[in-house]
Structure formats: structure tokens, C-alpha cells
């Protein structure tokens, strides 16, 4: 009986070490193979040269020399673009734009529309040409197909992919990435157009401080001076001259790669790109609704060219005072236009 066990523990012993043997030689096949696959992949390169490409290593053998490429070939630079991109950039729109539409609706229901003061006396002032009025709607209407094509490629996926599904999220994603490509160079050269066109009017003036002070008039009923574009105005077309320009010069950076731009370079001006544009959004908000409906006349001067002498009077009182003079009825202002009369074709001069 003692003899059985015996023998018995003695082909388990060997039954064990037989599966043991036949693991290591499996593991051992295994790691072999997977060297030869490496070695087959990238022959003479290991774990540890590996490690070296991953830490930046300058030496020539860890570069990449395809078209004279001077970067690394794990390159950890994306990473960090899209963690700046998915953890700043991209919130700080949110917060940007989403606040100032809800400071904008709380101002509206709180303060309410800026009504005029005195009624209309009917006598109209020429403000804008059909030149000027062509190009302000041209450069507005490509910058607010931009600002959505731009929102769209940043977060439509959070909102459209998941209520539309994945065909009609994809034919909204590519048809967003065509227009903002092709729309972009063409917004940045009227853009240019239309920041040389206004500039006079749009030199700082001392009032302008005063207009600041006193919030624009917004609050309250009292007059603050300003020309022919008011603080405000003049504001928003400094930064469309400045963060405007940088967000256009950014685009042709990211739209035109094919001039040996490195990836860096684009990486960078992807951020800016974003940053400067999601701020331009937010405050494009603000300039819509007082030009709109937040305040009364505003629009009239941007769809016809005129304004009531009542509106100048009370936005624009500096110039009213120097133009007040050319006041014309409707009638006249028919006559005129029936008459081709040169005064139509360009606003009055102002020293801003």
C-alpha cells in the first residue's frame, strides 16, 4: 500500500514538473517571438532604445528623417496640445460664450430694451453707404457661419452626433470643415477691407474714457458724448484689429500647411486660434444685441443708411452737432435716390 502511494506521488511529482517544463518553454517561445516581431518591426531596436525616443533623446538615430523632419519619433507635444485643448480651450468657450448670452438675457430682463427718449421729428441723416452697409453685412454674415462651423467642429459632437446619429453627425462635421476652410481666407481679407475703411472713425477720442465711465449710457437716462461711433463701437473694432487679425492669421497657418509649418507652429496655432475666436464669439453677442434689439434705431442705420436726427441726437451727439445741418424728409431722401444724387453714395466726414 505504502508502495502505491509512493508511486503515485512520484508520477504526479513528474506529471507536475513536465507541465512545468512545457510552461517555460511556452513563455520562452512567447517572449522569443515577440523580440522577433520587434526585431522584424524595427530591426535592432529594444525596450530601452525605445524608452530613449520616448524621453526626447537629440541623437540621430531617434529622429524621424523622412523629409528632413527634425522631431522625435514619439513625440509627447499632441498630447499636450490636447490636453490644453480639451481642458481649457474648450471650457473656457463654454463659460465664455454661455455667459454672456445669460448676462445678456438677464440685462434684457432686468433693464430692458434702451427705448428713444423724445419721439421722432421724421428728418433723416445719412450714416452709411451701400458700400459700407454691403461689406459690414458681408463681413458679419461670413464671421457668424465661421463662429457656428467653428462651435460645431469643437463641441457638435457632445450635442449632434449623439441626437442625429453618426451619418448625419459625419455630413455635418465634413460639410462645416469645407465652409470654414474656404469662408475663413475669404472673411480675413474683407475683414482687412473693412478695418482700413473705418479706421478715422474709429481713432480713440477723450470722450471715450468719459463713455466708459458712465457704462454708455445703458444705465440710467443720462447723454454721454461721442461721435460718430461711440466707445462701445470703437472697442469692438480695436479688438477685431488686434485678437481679430490673430485669430485670422492663425487660420491661414492651420488652413494653408503646405509651407513647411512644423507641427509645433500648428499645434500652437490651433490654440490660438480657438482661444482668440471663442472670445471674438462672446463678445459678438454683446454687439449684436445693442445693435439690435437692444437698442431702438440702431439697425435702421445698418439696413437703409439713415437715422432719425432723434437717435443721433442721443447716441451720437457729437457728430449730430456737426451734420445736423444735412437733416432730409423722406421725400427728399426719395428725391435724391430718384435723382442719383451723389450725397447717397457716402456718409458724412466726422472726426469720430
Same mark, same amino acid.
Given at each position: 500500500?505504502?508502495?502505491?502511494? !509512493?508511486?503515485?506521488?512520484?508520477?504526479?511529482? $513528474?506529471?507536475?514538473?513536465?507541465?512545468?517544463?512545457?510552461?517555460?518553454?511556452?513563455?520562452?517561445?512567447?517572449?522569443?517571438?515577440?523580440?522577433?516581431?520587434?526585431?522584424?518591426?524595427?530591426?535592432?531596436?529594444?525596450?530601452?532604445?525605445?524608452?530613449?525616443?520616448?524621453?526626447?533623446?537629440?541623437?540621430?538615430?531617434? =529622429?524621424?528623417?523622412?523629409?528632413?523632419?527634425?522631431?522625435?519619433?514619439?513625440?509627447?507635444?499632441?498630447?499636450?496640445?490636447?490636453?490644453? =485643448?480639451? =481642458?481649457?480651450?474648450?471650457?473656457?468657450?463654454?463659460?465664455?460664450?454661455?455667459?454672456?448670452?445669460?448676462?445678456?438675457?438677464?440685462?434684457?430682463?432686468?433693464?430692458?430694451?434702451?427705448?428713444?427718449?423724445?419721439?421722432?421729428?421724421?428728418?433723416?441723416?445719412?450714416?452709411?453707404?451701400?458700400?459700407?452697409?454691403?461689406?459690414?453685412?458681408? $463681413?458679419?454674415?461670413?464671421?457668424?457661419?465661421?463662429?457656428?462651423?467653428?462651435?460645431?467642429?469643437?463641441?457638435?459632437?457632445?450635442?449632434?452626433?449623439?441626437?442625429?446619429?453618426?451619418?448625419? %453627425?459625419?455630413?455635418?462635421?465634413?460639410?462645416?470643415?469645407?465652409?470654414?476652410?474656404?469662408?475663413?481666407?475669404?472673411?480675413?481679407?474683407?475683414?482687412?477691407?473693412?478695418?482700413?475703411?473705418?479706421?478715422?472713425?474709429?481713432?480713440?477720442?477723450?470722450?471715450?474714457?468719459?463713455?466708459?465711465?458712465?457704462?454708455?449710457?445703458?444705465?440710467?437716462?443720462?447723454?454721454?458724448?461721442?461721435?460718430?461711433?461711440? /466707445?462701445?463701437?470703437?472697442? %469692438?473694432? %480695436?479688438?477685431?484689429?488686434? $485678437?481679430?487679425?490673430?485669430?485670422?492669421?492663425?487660420?491661414?497657418?492651420?488652413?494653408?500647411?503646405?509651407?513647411?509649418?512644423?507641427?509645433? !507652429?500648428?499645434?500652437?496655432?490651433?490654440?490660438?486660434?480657438?482661444?482668440?475666436?471663442?472670445?471674438?464669439?462672446?463678445?459678438?453677442?454683446?454687439?449684436?444685441?445693442?445693435?439690435?434689439?437692444?437698442?431702438?434705431?440702431?439697425? #435702421?442705420?445698418?439696413?437703409? /443708411?439713415?437715422?432719425?436726427?432723434?437717435?443721433?441726437? #442721443?447716441?451720437?451727439?457729437?457728430?449730430?452737432?456737426?451734420?445736423?445741418?444735412?437733416?432730409?424728409?423722406?421725400?427728399?431722401?426719395?428725391?435724391?435716390?430718384?435723382?442719383?444724387?451723389?450725397?447717397?453714395?457716402?456718409?458724412?466726414?466726422?472726426?469720430?
Amino acid at each position: 500500500m505504502t508502495h502505491n502511494k !509512493t508511486g503515485l506521488w512520484r508520477w504526479l511529482c $513528474v506529471t507536475l514538473m513536465l507541465l512545468a517544463s512545457l510552461g517555460m518553454a511556452s513563455l520562452a517561445s512567447a517572449q522569443s517571438t515577440s523580440e522577433s516581431e520587434m526585431v522584424t518591426a524595427a530591426p535592432g531596436i529594444d525596450a530601452d532604445q525605445w524608452r530613449q525616443v520616448r524621453s526626447g533623446e537629440t541623437g540621430p538615430n531617434y =529622429r524621424d528623417t523622412r523629409f528632413d523632419s527634425n522631431y522625435n519619433l514619439v513625440n509627447s507635444s499632441g498630447e499636450t496640445w490636447r490636453q490644453w =485643448r480639451n =481642458r481649457w480651450v474648450s471650457p473656457f468657450g463654454l463659460i465664455a460664450i454661455g455667459g454672456m448670452a445669460a448676462a445678456i438675457a438677464l440685462f434684457y430682463i432686468i433693464i430692458g430694451r434702451k427705448y428713444l427718449e423724445e419721439p421722432r421729428t421724421g428728418r433723416k441723416l445719412f450714416r452709411w453707404s451701400l458700400l459700407m452697409r454691403s461689406l459690414h453685412w458681408t $463681413v458679419a454674415s461670413l464671421f457668424i457661419v465661421l463662429a457656428l462651423t467653428g462651435l460645431n467642429l469643437l463641441f457638435g459632437k457632445f450635442v449632434f452626433r449623439s441626437l442625429l446619429g453618426d451619418g448625419a %453627425w459625419a455630413w455635418m462635421v465634413s460639410t462645416s470643415k469645407v465652409l470654414h476652410n474656404y469662408l475663413g481666407p475669404i472673411f480675413g481679407v474683407l475683414l482687412v477691407i473693412l478695418l482700413i475703411s473705418m479706421i478715422k472713425e474709429n481713432m480713440p477720442k477723450k470722450h471715450d474714457l468719459e463713455w466708459f465711465k458712465k457704462g454708455g449710457g445703458l444705465f440710467g437716462k443720462e447723454h454721454v458724448d461721442a461721435g460718430f461711433c461711440n /466707445g462701445g463701437e470703437k472697442a %469692438w473694432y %480695436w479688438l477685431l484689429a488686434s $485678437v481679430g487679425l490673430l485669430v485670422v492669421a492663425s487660420g491661414f497657418v492651420l488652413d494653408f500647411p503646405n509651407f513647411n509649418q512644423g507641427r509645433d !507652429t500648428m499645434q500652437w496655432a490651433n490654440l490660438i486660434h480657438a482661444v482668440g475666436a471663442l472670445g471674438l464669439t462672446a463678445v459678438s453677442l454683446g454687439h449684436i444685441y445693442i445693435g439690435t434689439l437692444g437698442t431702438e434705431g440702431a439697425l #435702421e442705420g445698418m439696413t437703409t /443708411g439713415y437715422v432719425d436726427e432723434t437717435w443721433a441726437k #442721443e447716441h451720437h451727439n457729437l457728430w449730430y452737432e456737426e451734420v445736423k445741418d444735412q437733416a432730409l424728409t423722406e421725400d427728399e431722401i426719395a428725391a435724391q435716390k430718384s435723382a442719383g444724387s451723389a450725397g447717397t453714395d457716402s456718409a458724412p466726414s466726422s472726426s469720430g
